[in-house]
């Protein structure tokens, strides 16, 4: 998992709540498949977004891959707004398809 305030420039025309400071930004967050269902993608999203309110962010945001539906489940299990779908340059046909999400702390 990486975390920074990066954001791919094909986010730019999402419908993002608006913040008073740059959102923190989720990035490249994956568990090993023999270790999936054991909690630890919670448990990393947990750590995310603690680390997001100390360090004052209002916001944390990330994309999932639309064909990948028990990413997209998790994260609305999880509590965050789907914002759109964006098609990111540099990813293979018919698996550019992303759908935004944030989660916003106040």
């Known amino acids: 998992m990486v ?3 990066w954001q791919t420039p094909e986010w730019e025309a999402e419908q993002w709540t608006e913040v008073t400071r740059n959102p923190l930004v989720l990035h490249s967050f994956c568990v090993h498949p ?3 269902g054991g909690g630890y993608g ?3 999203l947990q750590f995310a977004e603690s680390f997001a309110k100390e360090q004052g962010y209002q916001a944390l945001r990330l994309d999932s891959f639309s064909g ?3 990413a997209v489940g ?5 509590g965050y707004k789907r ?4 098609k990111l340059k540099g990813k293979p ?3 550019d398809q992303y759908y935004c999400f944030e989660k916003i702390f106040r």
């Open 68 to 70: 990948n539906p028990s």
């Open 3 to 5: 975390l920074d305030e």
């Open 34 to 36: 023999s270790s999936q």
């Open 42 to 44: 919670g448990k990393m």
């Open 93 to 95: 046909q018919d698996h």
């Open 83 to 86: 914002t759109g779908v964006v």
């Open 74 to 78: 998790f994260y609305e299990k999880k």
